[in-house]
C-alpha cells in the first residue's frame, strides 16, 4: 500500500504542533522570571497558560495518531463534505464570537463578557434549552473568575466606567477581593 504525501503530512503537521507546543510549554513560557516566587501552592500565573499549551500539544498528538489510524487501515478516508457534523458556517461564526469577545474584554472585562461569549458558544453549539445555557455560562464565568483571579492571582481586564466598578463589586459579592 503506497502512502500519499498528504497523507503524510496529516500526521507529520499535527505532530510537529503537539512538540511545538510542548517546548513551549516547558521552556518559553516567560523565562527568567521567577514565578516559583509567585506561586501559591502549585498554581503561579503560568499555570494557565502552560495547561492550556500542553492541552493544545496532547490534542494535537491525539490527532495525529487520528491521522495515522486512518492512513494504515482498509477502509476508504471520509470525503470532504461527508462529514455530516461539520458544518462551515458554524465554524466561520465560532471565530467571530471569539474575536468579538477578544476585542470586547478591555471595554467591558472578563466578568461581562464571558457568561455572553459561553452562550454564544453554546447556542453554535447546538444546545437551545435557556436554562442549561444560562447554568453553564453564569456557573462557567464564576470558576473561570474563581480560578484566574483568586486561585491563579491574574489580574484580568476589569473593563472600563461603570463596568470596572461592577467587576469590583461582583467580586467582592462573590468573595473574589
Known amino acids: 500500500m503506497a502512502v500519499s504525501p498528504r497523507a503524510v503530512l496529516k500526521v507529520v503537521l499535527p505532530l510537529a504542533t503537539a512538540v511545538a507546543c510542548a517546548v513551549i510549554a516547558f521552556s518559553y513560557v516567560a523565562p527568567g522570571v521567577d514565578f516559583a516566587a509567585m506561586a501559591r501552592g502549585v498554581v503561579s500565573p503560568v499555570t494557565w497558560p502552560k495547561t492550556m499549551l500542553l492541552c493544545a500539544a496532547t490534542a494535537a498528538a491525539l490527532l495525529a495518531l487520528v491521522h495515522l489510524l486512518e492512513s494504515i487501515s482498509l477502509r476508504e478516508p471520509r470525503a470532504p463534505g461527508q462529514d455530516e457534523d461539520y458544518h462551515e458556517g458554524r465554524s466561520i461564526s465560532a471565530i467571530g464570537l471569539l474575536v468579538a469577545y477578544g476585542i470586547v474584554i478591555?471595554?467591558?472585562?472578563?466578568?461581562?463578557?464571558?457568561?455572553?461569549?459561553?452562550?454564544?458558544?453554546?447556542?453554535?453549539?447546538?444546545?437551545?434549552?435557556?436554562?442549561?445555557?444560562?447554568?453553564?455560562?453564569?456557573?462557567?464565568?464564576?470558576?473561570?473568575?474563581?480560578?484566574?483571579?483568586?486561585?491563579?492571582?491574574?489580574?484580568?481586564?476589569?473593563?472600563?466606567?461603570?463596568?470596572?466598578?461592577?467587576?469590583?463589586?461582583?467580586?467582592?459579592?462573590?468573595?473574589?477581593?
Open 106 to 177: 478591555p471595554f467591558v472585562g472578563i466578568a461581562w463578557a464571558t457568561p455572553i461569549f459561553i452562550a454564544g458558544w453554546l447556542l453554535l453549539g447546538g444546545i437551545r434549552k435557556p436554562l442549561k445555557v444560562g447554568l453553564i455560562s453564569i456557573l462557567g464565568t464564576i470558576g473561570v473568575l474563581y480560578f484566574f483571579v483568586k486561585l491563579s492571582s491574574m489580574p484580568l481586564d476589569r473593563g472600563k466606567g461603570v463596568f470596572e466598578q461592577a467587576t469590583v463589586t461582583l467580586y467582592r459579592l462573590l468573595g473574589i477581593y
